[in-house]
């Protein structure tokens, strides 16, 4: 908990380095709260208006504020009371967003009003001129409009802009930031940083503010990929609509080719050269009205650059995508991947998955509640929003080399994304270059993390490709090599420790939509007279035929396993369970075996057990296909051991760390695999 002294001394820091470029966040709260504007519209005027630590002249600046947004600022449902007012007293002064576009037919500059509804208003031409930022998507303005209408040139426009200002900084002195910049410690810029975005950086703990500033991330870096999926209420989006003027928030996921990247029949650019930053709201819904959507997207995402007709094109905005997880953390991990939130075309898709950089763990981040908001000191946000944007020009990803090199488990795509989060954070935490080994160290392993989450994903859904996930780097002084973890790494595994009860067991198999899931099998035996019954199968027919091959290989050979097998006076029932949602699997006759010798002798398997391979109904031994994706899923759900055929453990071509992971049991036979499931020599 900071106290007040250091709040003191950052707030007299801020004022001695920066004045002018500095706000109290409680007076942007007390506004916001009753006017639907944006934070950097608000904080343009409180900047101007109550710059003081008076408090008569605070007050008196709120006043003025509030009286401007309530008779400037223009609400939609009351575009035509102002336009009332506008021809009434002849000139009027109004809070909107403009768009300047050229009209060639008439040789001049209209302007578009986003709320008041007009289009077509002739601009001087100074103003585009000077703003370039008018031509490109908008921004918000104070505009003073006058209103003349002649009775003799009817056709003529009535309203004129005479004045145009807009509510951004005009410029921003860089170099005047990192000279500042240099008189505050590392804990006081971050504090600083966090307050500007509206955050209070005392009722965080200290990663969770390293993860809140990876959020700016995509706003200082080129082409930068993030992920953040996480609950409701963590204000995943807010940054990318409310802080900065240079991101756009495409709410609901809907979007075109044309109005994200080209439009060929304009010849003119989309949103991802218009902003500096692209955010999708709400994963789930993104939804291309174009069949190559997804496609134009993973180029775009991989090289920057993207082709349109005869045409490529180059944009530099950083794509964010943030959206809800409806199940624990702990759920996703066992059954699915953190990437199922996405639409099925993306979550099932390597190529675009591992072009994200970075997945920020939304679900570290607690749910916002009013206490976590400041009423101290930040910078106005405007001003933040432009320096953010100037530091995209400054590179500072080199610096890693002069200390450290990455491990070999990191291809080309790993060590880009970890290079451009290491230059994101050290533009936002230390934008004047200093910084010792151990910041960077710090910053380094952050970067590991974030992209080794992405890569641990990929390596559920695309199998082996993306096997290597041992992130690590080397500290070129003594060459010590250190490895970085996911903390989400450590949560409960679908095959748990410990003792099974009889008739439990666990197998690795193809399901029914060809992914490679787990399936855990359950057993109850009761006195009857030889009936089977199996839940859970469905009406998949496969699945039937194989639990029957199994129950009719123990009637007929039972006695070869054990003669206290009864297939005549017990009855028994199954349970089929496939836990990761992927269609239940036709590999069930060997697993199904074994599950009932298991519950008819009593025996629990092997404890961490994954069943792997498949018999006939003549007990031949089928060969297991897939055998290394195989055993990563089966290593991924938690199991220590595997029952393996003998011929699929003769010709594994599987990595060898992955082969010291478990203890193996091969099998000739089908009663050879009972016997060593259950742990009989």
């Known amino acids: 908990m900071e106290d007040v002294s250091s709040r003191t001394e950052i707030k007299q820091k801020l004022r001695e380095n920066f004045d002018g470029k500095i706000v ?9 709260e009753g006017a639907n504007v944006p934070v950097y519209v608000l904080e343009f005027l409180l900047g101007q208006y109550c710059s003081s630590d008076d408090e008569e002249i605070i007050e008196k600046g709120i006043g003025t504020v509030k009286k401007i947004l309530s008779d400037n600022f223009v609400r939609p449902d009351e575009a035509q009371k102002i336009l009332s007012i506008l021809r009434e007293k002849g000139s009027f002064s109004i809070i909107d967003k403009v768009t300047v576009k050229l009209n060639i037919r008439k040789n001049r500059y209209e302007a578009e009003f986003s709320n008041l509804g007009l289009s077509d208003i002739p601009v001087p031409e100074e103003y ?33 802009i005479t004045r145009l200002t807009p509510i951004q900084m005009p410029q921003v002195d860089i170099k005047e930031l990192k000279e500042g910049r240099s008189k505050f410690t590392k804990e006081e810029w971050i504090d600083v940083m966090l307050r500007s975005i509206g955050m209070e950086p005392d009722e965080f703990e200290e990663r969770e503010k390293w993860l809140l500033l990876t959020r700016l991330i995509p706003l200082v870096e080129n082409n930068f990929n993030l992920c953040e999926l996480g609950p409701r209420s963590t204000g995943k989006s807010h940054i990318y609509k409310e802080i900065s003027p240079n991101s756009i928030l495409v709410s609901g996921g809907q979007t075109t080719v044309a109005n994200l990247f080209y439009n060929m ?7 991802v050269g218009l902003w500096d930053c692209v955010a999708f709201d709400e994963v789930a819904g993104i939804k291309f009205k174009d069949n190559d959507g997804i496609q134009i997207m993973k180029d775009y995402m991989a090289s920057g650059s993207f082709a349109r007709g005869k045409e490529e094109k180059a944009a530099s905005a950083s794509m964010v995508f943030v959206g809800n997880i409806n199940q624990s953390v702990d759920v996703l991990l066992k059954t699915s991947s953190l990437f199922d939130p996405f639409p099925e075309e993306m979550a099932i898709d390597t190529a675009f998955l591992d072009r994200m950089h970075c997945y920020l763990p939304g679900w570290e981040i607690p749910k916002f509640r009013p206490e ?8 106005i946000t405007d001003y933040l929003a432009e320096f953010m944007r100037e530091l995209r020009k400054d590179q500072y990803g080199d610096s890693l080399d002069k200390y450290f090199r990455l491990g070999k488990n990191l291809n080309q795509r790993d060590t880009i994304s970890v290079r451009k989060m290491v ?4 533009k936002i935490v230390y934008p004047h270059g200093e910084f010792t080994k151990d910041d960077l160290e710090e910053i380094l392993c952050l970067s590991l993390e974030m992209r080794r989450r992405v890569k641990e994903q990929l390596k559920k859904i695309g199998g082996m490709e993306f096997y290597d996930v041992n992130f690590s780097y080397i500290d070129l002084d003594n060459f010590e090599e250190k490895y970085v973890g996911v903390p989400e790494e450590g949560v409960d595994k679908l095959i748990p420790n410990g003792m099974l009860n009889p008739g439990q067991v666990y197998t690795i198999a193809n399901g029914g939509n060809g992914m490679i899931g787990c399936y855990r099998l359950e057993s109850q035996m009761l006195p009857g007279n030889g009936k089977f019954d199996r839940t859970g199968l469905g009406t998949n027919r496969e699945s039937k035929e194989a639990s029957n091959t199994a129950f009719s290989y123990l009637k007929a050979n039972g006695n070869r396993i054990s003669a206290s097998i009864s297939t005549t006076t017990k009855d028994y029932i199954i349970n089929y369970q496939d836990l990761q949602g992927i269609g239940m699997t036709g590999e ?5 075996l074994i599950a009932l010798c298991s519950i008819a002798l009593g025996k629990p398997v092997l404890s961490n057990l994954a069943v792997l391979g498949e018999i006939s109904i003549g007990g031949s031994i089928m060969k297991v296909t897939e055998i290394a994706d195989s055993l990563q899923v089966a290593l991924d759900s938690g199991a220590k051991k595997v029952l393996i055929p003998t011929a699929s453990f ?8 992955l082969m010291s992971s478990f203890q193996f049991f091969p099998y000739q036979s089908a009663e050879d695999a009972v016997f060593k499931a259950l742990g009989v020599d």
């Open 24 to 32: 109290a966040k409680d007076l942007t709260k007390k506004i916001k």
């Open 128 to 160: 585009p001129t000077r703003y370039d930022r008018l031509l490109c998507g908008g921004i918000w303005c104070m505009i003073q409009l006058d209103y003349d209408y002649d009775e003799n040139e009817q056709n003529k426009n009535p309203i004129s």
């Open 265 to 271: 029949g304009r010849k003119t650019i989309g949103l």
């Open 372 to 379: 976590h908001f400041t009423n101290d000191y930040g910078f």
């Open 423 to 426: 230059n994101g954070y050290l």
């Open 588 to 592: 069930l006759a060997l697993p199904t």
């Open 650 to 657: 003769v010709d594994m071509g599987v990595p060898a760390e």
